[in-house]
DNA sequence: TCACTCACGGCATTTTATGCTGCAATCTCG
DNA sequence: CGAGATTGCAGCATAAAATGCCGTGAGTGA
């Protein structure tokens, strides 16, 4: 499946707003609603648009820390990187993994309701033996700005 | 406004499927449709929903690459903190930024096409003279996984 | 030039959203 | 305790949207 112009237009403004109506998207991008509708069903189907979501504001339900977390590994087979994903990837807090640099080192971004529930979490996934050698943490003062949507419109033409 | 059970609940599959039917969504919070609309409706006017967005898979649509970026400044005033941000959010492939640990230094996320987009844009922005002192970057080589929900979960009470 | 393919627009039907009305539970203040 | 007020709910009716179907026109290759 190949992408036009329009297709990239109906992945930028799904990306700026994942609930605007069938009809009200296919005026945006200068088609009529049937083909329109079409287009969003097969970029669903052939997996450009993994899902949809609403962007919660999680500080105004409570006090909440994010952290960034670079995290080096003991070993580096492939059973070791495997062993320590599968733990992460089960922790609710961590809500980004990322295999950084030479391949050594894990960037994981947190997300918890104060310093101390982090702290525990660490500890708890160092106790569970899954392979850390060292870490270290960014701990998130502010966040000027967190966009919801990727850079297509420079990436690709439209 | 205060938030009861329900309202964590519905925050909790709008995150999840941010394109649920109102009809459905009551059905997972145990409401009738009438007073579930009428909840979205106060969440979003009451800015604990900010936005619903897409998930495009960008990967798919070309080669793109990832970058962490942990930028210092070189002086720390008010003034500093502002050009800077104000520079960065108008460039469109940083993504997010972040003000980490003692407040001297940012944490950018990057999301470019190729390794040389991104050392462009660097030196681009070190020419522009908005006072970085010294960066260095976490170049993403694979990200196994990235949740595009926060962990509201473990966070409150359902 | 003609047959074929593909993508579109328009229309009809089904599904969903949305506003209204009345009822039940809870709260409050006598 | 008890009566009125408040809050939040379900159910219903109407408006809007999604969705499937069909005919049409442009582009392509023989």
């Given at each position: ?6 297709d ?7 990306q ?10 296919a ?11 079409m ?28 952290v ?8 580096h ?7 320590f994903?599968?733990a ?10 990322h ?7 894990y ?18 996934l160092i ?17 000027p700005?967190?966009?919801p949507?990727l850079?297509?419109k ?5």
């Open positions: 499946m190949k992408l036009d112009r329009i990239i237009r109906i992945l930028y403004e799904l700026k707003n994942g609930r605007i109506t069938n009809v009200e998207l005026e945006l991008v200068h088609l009529s609603p049937s083909p329109c509708l287009r969003v069903k097969k970029l669903q189907q052939a997996g450009y648009i993994t899902g949809y979501s609403a962007q919660v504001a999680l500080a105004k339900l409570g006090p909440t820390i994010t960034f977390t670079e995290v080096t590994l003991k070993n087979r492939k059973m070791d990187f495997d062993r994903q599968q992460a990837e089960k922790v609710e807090e961590i809500i980004e993994c295999l950084i640099s030479g391949g050594y080192d960037l994981l971004k947190f997300v918890t309701g104060s310093i101390g529930d982090y702290q525990a979490i660490m500890e708890r106790d569970m033996d899954i392979g850390i050698d060292k870490y270290f943490s960014f701990v998130v003062m502010k966040s700005f967190i966009k949507h850079p297509l420079t990436m690709f033409p439209m």
